[in-house]
């Protein structure tokens, strides 16, 4: 039988309630465990009328005399859930690293929080890569159709160019394919890499990256992989995007120079039915697509269809690695 954990992420969000109502039907030949503080739990259960069904990983006990979780209160930040959201998904994480489970799959996580523990202001992905020293390790956004693979994350905007490298197109370019293969059993990816300036920078008039940098770096990969893999760009992200109208598929997944150059199509094809996946890790991490909603926390208002695809999702590709 499978395990799968799932974590509840930032207490003061969605998450506890996400998680309860994404475990409600259950899934053959699967075991589903949450993963978090059973006090919240339970706290929030009692609030929302919706029983806690399966197996709870309970984190109380490591908190003692760290964390109160009696005093997490729906959408106020404290040290309290900073405490509660790193203790829950750490325990999951080293119960996949140690073989007990087969995949760790994540509710929203505030990144804010961490400051008020006097940790960096890291999500899930920066933690994993540190833990597992997986320096190619990559972002991936995917829905039914779209997937999208981030060349830079969490960067602003005026730093984006000088990150937009050859090594790193490299790399991201390369554990996509290997991952598609792996994870989705597709035996000769279609990978679309979009360029970084508008019109793909008009032959240099809006720009030099896609002459110096992207371009040459395509070639090379589509070369190198020549009948394992359909490598090709750099393609204008105005006009890529626009392939993918009337239920069409055109690519296995589309490299992007940026954050918001991927996930603005994503969530716009696919908002609450995508998943986020860390790529390039040895063990299996799946994620929602959205923030952790303080606005509605503890209200019985959150959608938890993200979540549960991104269960699903983790399943189907578990049982394919088994």
């Not at 984190?59 to 005093?71: R, W, Y």
């Not at 404290?78 to 799959?105: K, M």
């Not at 589509?222 to 890529?240: K, M, Q």
């Not at 120079?257 to 609450?272: A, C, N, S, V």
């Amino acid at each position: 039988m499978l395990r799968v954990l799932i974590t509840a992420g930032d207490p003061a969000g969605i998450g506890p309630e996400v998680v309860l109502k994404a475990m409600q039907a259950p899934i053959s030949g699967v075991e589903l465990v949450a993963v978090g503080s059973k006090t919240i739990f339970d706290k929030v259960a009692k609030t929302l009328e919706c029983p806690v069904v399966g197996n709870i990983l309970d984190v109380d006990s490591s908190l003692s005399g760290i964390a109160d979780p009696t005093k997490v209160l729906p959408g106020i930040m404290s040290a309290e859930g900073a405490h509660i959201q790193r203790a829950s998904f750490l325990a999951a994480v080293e119960e996949v690293a140690a073989g007990r489970a087969d995949a760790v799959v994540t509710a929203p996580w505030t990144k804010a929080l961490m400051p008020l523990i006097g940790e960096p202001a890291f999500g899930h992905t920066e933690i994993l890569a540190e833990r597992f020293n997986a320096p190619n390790h990559v972002m991936m956004l995917a829905g039914p159709r779209l997937r999208v693979c981030l060349v830079t994350t969490h960067t602003s905007l005026r730093e984006v160019p000088d990150k937009v490298t050859r090594e790193r197109i490299e790399a991201v370019t390369r554990t996509t394919v290997a991952e598609l293969k792996r994870l989705y059993g597709i035996a000769r990816p279609r990978v679309a890499v979009l360029a970084l300036n508008p019109h793909a920078g008009e032959l240099g008039a809006m720009g030099r990256e896609e002459i110096d940098v992207i371009k040459p770096t395509i070639e090379a990969l589509s070369a190198e992989f020549a009948e394992r893999a359909e490598i090709t760009g750099p393609y204008p992200a105005d006009t890529l995007f626009s392939r993918y109208a009337s239920g069409a598929t055109p690519f296995d997944a589309v490299v992007c120079m940026y954050h918001d150059q991927g996930l603005i199509p994503l969530k716009t094809l696919h908002f609450g039915e995508a998943i986020n996946i860390t790529l390039g890790l040895p063990i299996l991490r799946t994620s929602v697509d959205h923030g952790s909603a303080y606005d509605i926390a503890w209200q019985g208002k959150a959608d938890a269809g993200s979540l549960r695809y991104a269960i699903e999702s983790a399943v189907v590709m578990a049982q394919r690695l088994r």
